[in-house]
């Protein structure tokens, strides 16, 4: 076993590995980077899928010790931080004094450096963009030893550049970034069933207006194509005043070690359970932010649940025109091709514009698909789904990728080579090397 | 108004207890070798909702400095409620086992001037006839193992001295906390590899802070420790000699 066996990315495909690794404990230390041989690149906690978060034969930093609060400004609502602390750590200081973070990505499990990097999205994108769009202020340390902060006026490239700039642009050690109000840890959920495509357009339509949350589940036993049937999620925070703080720990359910769970057998069964579980067509209830926002961190470790050969995510955007034609499309090429995705995401983006340049949001249709890595099969499922994503005018999003083509990157971030400016003469990772080859 | 000294207030494992005693209100007095770190610290004490924080450097190997600094801070907080000792070095046995002035050092930082500190601070509590001291011993301090006995002696010096102060304040008000984590995730063991037995800081934060409002006496980290240390407490030495730990 390679001795960074910890230090891969989420679906634990590709397995590279650096060469060595760098601990920062602190922020005001010498890291000495000018003396590193080779490239560098800033690690926390690994949750991207693919390749973004690896940098092989190279050095990573790691910045899991940088989680001091700097400061938290109640009054008016903005939290100062290093920029290794994770999200959870984040909401177990606010959520008891009725804050919430703008943006929240799907796990709580990364650090706020990780969000910054990715210029992560939600469920409330269509009304609220990415995480980036809270961003007052940002502290980059680059190779050389310089400091460089960043906001909308002072710095401003650095500050595109570094939003969704993978980490590339130096290592993000402080973040300031607004925070909501809220006053209940509690959402107002509606779950309602969909037996179609259109039917989803009917509901997310009504559903963007009136929620500040919304995603659909789409059940990938069935059939897919314009057939495909799914579960509407939509939710709001709810006004009511807020019960009194639970501290119960949460249930965590261990995947104690790498073993294949994931087949067509358990993905269909899991599947119709999850869809039939809900009789009636539209279901309502209270549910925690936890469950709401961040339903599968309860299994740690879930990866493992795909065996050693780890799994690929997909997550496209495509423009709303010809956009449902080419999800269905899309749906359809899967179904045919007999690959099935446990966890199966889609949701629609709005046109709010995210300060990153490198942001991978825009307006229009996201799906996130998820398959066990195969071989071959599996990227020539994915290689046909590009053509259609490429063929509308779509793009793809590198934090869950591992596989996407130079080309498609240059096609789908033509502003790459205005961002390559901005890239610490010392930094790279796995994936800048692959789709800037 | 609560307050606790922390002594050796870097640690990852102190910063997580204290993050918790933050939300609860209580001022604090921290020291730590290095100044900065310590400004680092208390920004994010005051962010967690401490009411007040002071702090001052110190190489606890600087015995003298011991009761100046005790001073400050039952100045500075008025009066002291806890206290938690929480610094320690783990040497690379094989490194030193041949410098006795580096095995010396290394005793000095984990046993002497931790048993220093912690007498001036029961005599303190047995003046004001109140106050809970908490020390993070190790698990290491419960028998001698070939890879790991100078850290580990150290450690059970600790362990001892501080049974026979709980024995001193048995009938009163004053806890004394022995706290043996096991192995943790930090800057200290960063140059071993982990494997599953690892807990990470935030846990063993919780379980002194929980610790410490009880008043408990002695406290493993995570609690099946105990179990653990009981079986090999009990191998046989004839056995336990030809064992390699």
Same mark, same amino acid.
């Given at each position: 076993?390679?001795?960074?066996?910890?230090?891969?990315?989420?679906?634990?495909?590709?397995?590279?590995?650096?060469?060595?690794?760098?601990?920062?404990?602190?922020?005001?230390?010498?890291?000495?980077?000018?003396?590193?041989?080779?490239?560098?690149?800033?690690?926390?906690?690994?949750?991207?899928?693919?390749?973004?978060?690896?940098?092989?034969?190279?050095?990573?930093?790691?910045?899991?010790?940088?989680?001091?609060?700097?400061?938290?400004?109640?009054?008016?609502?903005?939290?100062?931080?290093?920029?290794?602390?994770?999200?959870?750590?984040?909401?177990?200081?606010?959520?008891?004094?009725?804050?919430?973070?703008?943006?929240?990505?799907?796990?709580?499990?990364?650090?706020?450096?990780?969000?910054?990097?990715?210029?992560?999205?939600?469920?409330?994108?269509?009304?609220?963009?990415?995480?980036?769009?809270?961003?007052?202020?940002?502290?980059?340390?680059?190779?050389?030893?310089?400091?460089?902060?960043?906001?909308?006026?002072?710095?401003?490239?650095?500050?595109?550049?570094?939003?969704?700039?993978?980490?590339?642009?130096?290592?993000?050690?402080?973040?300031?970034?607004?925070?909501?109000?809220?006053?209940?840890?509690?959402?107002?959920?509606?779950?309602?069933?969909?037996?179609?495509?259109?039917?989803?357009?009917?509901?997310?339509?009504?559903?963007?207006?009136?929620?500040?949350?919304?995603?659909?589940?789409?059940?990938?036993?069935?059939?897919?194509?314009?057939?495909?049937?799914?579960?509407?999620?939509?939710?709001?925070?709810?006004?009511?005043?807020?019960?009194?703080?639970?501290?119960?720990?949460?249930?965590?359910?261990?995947?104690?070690?790498?073993?294949?769970?994931?087949?067509?057998?358990?993905?269909?069964?899991?599947?119709?359970?999850?869809?039939?579980?809900?009789?009636?067509?539209?279901?309502?209830?209270?549910?925690?932010?936890?469950?709401?926002?961040?339903?599968?961190?309860?299994?740690?470790?879930?990866?493992?649940?795909?065996?050693?050969?780890?799994?690929?995510?997909?997550?496209?955007?495509?423009?709303?025109?010809?956009?449902?034609?080419?999800?269905?499309?899309?749906?359809?090429?899967?179904?045919?091709?007999?690959?099935?995705?446990?966890?199966?995401?889609?949701?629609?983006?709005?046109?709010?514009?995210?300060?990153?340049?490198?942001?991978?949001?825009?307006?229009?249709?996201?799906?996130?698909?998820?398959?066990?890595?195969?071989?071959?099969?599996?990227?020539?499922?994915?290689?046909?789904?590009?053509?259609?994503?490429?063929?509308?005018?779509?793009?793809?999003?590198?934090?869950?990728?591992?596989?996407?083509?130079?080309?498609?990157?240059?096609?789908?971030?033509?502003?790459?080579?205005?961002?390559?400016?901005?890239?610490?003469?010392?930094?790279?990772?796995?994936?800048?090397?692959?789709?800037?080859? | 108004?609560?307050?606790?000294?922390?002594?050796?207030?870097?640690?990852?494992?102190?910063?997580?207890?204290?993050?918790?005693?933050?939300?609860?209100?209580?001022?604090?007095?921290?020291?730590?070798?290095?100044?900065?770190?310590?400004?680092?610290?208390?920004?994010?004490?005051? #962010?967690? !909702? %401490?009411?007040?924080? $002071?702090? @001052?450097?110190?190489?606890?190997?600087?015995?003298?400095?011991?009761?100046? =600094?005790?001073?400050?801070?039952?100045?500075?907080?008025?009066?002291?409620?806890?206290?938690?000792?929480?610094?320690?070095?783990?040497?690379?046995?094989?490194?030193?086992?041949?410098?006795?002035?580096?095995?010396?050092?290394?005793?000095?930082?984990?046993?002497?001037?931790?048993?220093?500190?912690?007498?001036?601070?029961?005599?303190?509590?047995?003046?004001?006839?109140?106050?809970?001291?908490?020390?993070?011993?190790?698990?290491?301090?419960?028998?001698?193992?070939?890879?790991?006995?100078?850290?580990?002696? #150290?450690? !059970? %010096?600790?362990?001892? $001295?501080? @049974?026979?102060?709980?024995?001193?304040?048995?009938?009163?008000?004053?806890? =004394?906390?022995?706290?043996?984590?096991?192995?943790?995730?930090?800057?200290?063991?960063?140059?071993?590899?982990?494997?599953?037995?690892?807990?990470?800081?935030?846990?063993?934060?919780?379980?002194?802070?929980?610790?410490?409002?009880?008043?408990?006496?002695?406290?493993?980290?995570?609690?099946?420790?105990?179990?653990?240390?009981?079986?090999?407490?009990?191998?046989?030495?004839?056995?336990?000699?030809?064992?390699?730990?």
């Amino acid at each position: 076993m390679n001795k960074y066996e910890d230090y891969l990315s989420w679906g634990r495909y590709p397995r590279l590995y650096p060469k060595g690794v760098i601990n920062f404990h602190w922020i005001n230390e010498q890291l000495g980077m000018e003396d590193i041989n080779g490239t560098i690149l800033p690690y926390a906690y690994g949750k991207s899928y693919g390749d973004s978060c690896l940098n092989d034969n190279g050095t990573l930093i790691d910045t899991k010790r940088l989680n001091h609060i700097v400061s938290f400004d109640r009054k008016n609502s903005i939290l100062k931080c290093e920029a290794g602390i994770t999200i959870d750590k984040i909401l177990k200081l606010i959520v008891p004094e009725n804050y919430f973070l703008p943006v929240t990505p799907g796990t709580k499990h990364i650090s706020i450096g990780g969000a910054i990097a990715n210029d992560v999205h939600g469920k409330n994108h269509h009304i609220a963009g990415t995480f980036g769009c809270y961003i007052n202020e940002l502290e980059l340390l680059r190779s050389d030893g310089e400091k460089i902060i960043c906001n909308n006026e002072q710095n401003k490239e650095f500050f595109s550049a570094t939003i969704g700039g993978m980490g590339l642009t130096g290592i993000i050690t402080k973040a300031e970034f607004k925070l909501k109000k809220i006053q209940s840890q509690y959402i107002d959920t509606e779950y309602i069933k969909f037996d179609n495509i259109d039917e989803f357009f009917e509901i997310n339509k009504e559903s963007e207006a009136n929620f500040e949350y919304t995603v659909a589940w789409i059940d990938c036993s069935f059939k897919y194509g314009s057939n495909t049937r799914g579960i509407y999620i939509r939710g709001n925070h709810i006004d009511t005043k807020p019960d009194k703080w639970n501290s119960k720990q949460e249930m965590m359910i261990p995947v104690p070690f790498e073993l294949s769970l994931i087949n067509l057998f358990t993905i269909n069964a899991f599947n119709t359970l999850y869809y039939n579980m809900q009789i009636s067509k539209l279901a309502r209830k209270l549910t925690h932010y936890n469950s709401f926002f961040y339903p599968l961190d309860c299994v740690t470790d879930w990866y493992k649940a795909y065996g050693k050969k780890g799994f690929l995510q997909y997550q496209f955007v495509i423009p709303f025109e010809n956009g449902k034609f080419a999800l269905s499309e899309i749906l359809k090429v899967i179904y045919e091709s007999g690959k099935k995705s446990f966890m199966t995401v889609l949701k629609t983006f709005g046109d709010i514009k995210s300060p990153g340049l490198m942001s991978f949001p825009r307006k229009g249709i996201t799906l996130a698909i998820d398959f066990s890595m195969d071989g071959p099969d599996t990227f020539k499922l994915l290689d046909e789904l590009d053509e259609i994503v490429r063929s509308v005018g779509g793009g793809l999003y590198p934090a869950k990728d591992a596989r996407m083509k130079p080309e498609d990157f240059k096609r789908f971030y033509p502003q790459w080579v205005n961002f390559a400016k901005f890239i610490d003469p010392k930094f790279s990772s796995s994936f800048w090397r692959r789709v800037t080859k | 108004m609560k307050t606790i000294l922390i002594i050796g207030a870097g640690s990852a494992i102190a910063q997580e207890t204290a993050r918790l005693f933050a939300k609860d209100g209580f001022s604090f007095y921290l020291s730590d070798l290095s100044g900065e770190r310590l400004k680092i610290i208390a920004d994010d004490l005051i #962010a967690y !909702g %401490a009411k007040n924080v $002071f702090y @001052q450097e110190m190489d606890a190997n600087n015995f003298e400095q011991h009761q100046a =600094i005790l001073n400050d801070a039952i100045n500075k907080l008025k009066r002291i409620d806890f206290v938690l000792i929480a610094y320690g070095t783990l040497p690379n046995q094989e490194q030193i086992l041949n410098d006795t002035l580096l095995i010396a050092k290394e005793f000095s930082t984990n046993a002497t001037s931790v048993i220093l500190l912690s007498s001036l601070i029961a005599n303190y509590f047995e003046k004001i006839g109140d106050g809970r001291l908490a020390v993070i011993s190790s698990v290491a301090g419960d028998r001698g193992r070939q890879s790991n006995y100078i850290y580990g002696s #150290a450690k !059970g %010096a600790v362990s001892l $001295f501080l @049974q026979g102060l709980r024995n001193r304040f048995g009938p009163t008000n004053i806890k =004394i906390i022995t706290i043996k984590p096991c192995l943790v995730d930090t800057p200290m063991t960063a140059h071993l590899s982990k494997y599953f037995l690892y807990t990470k800081p935030e846990q063993i934060g919780i379980g002194i802070y929980n610790a410490i409002n009880k008043g408990k006496d002695v406290v493993y980290l995570p609690f099946y420790w105990r179990c653990i240390m009981t079986l090999i407490k009990l191998i046989p030495e004839r056995i336990f000699k030809k064992m390699r730990l």
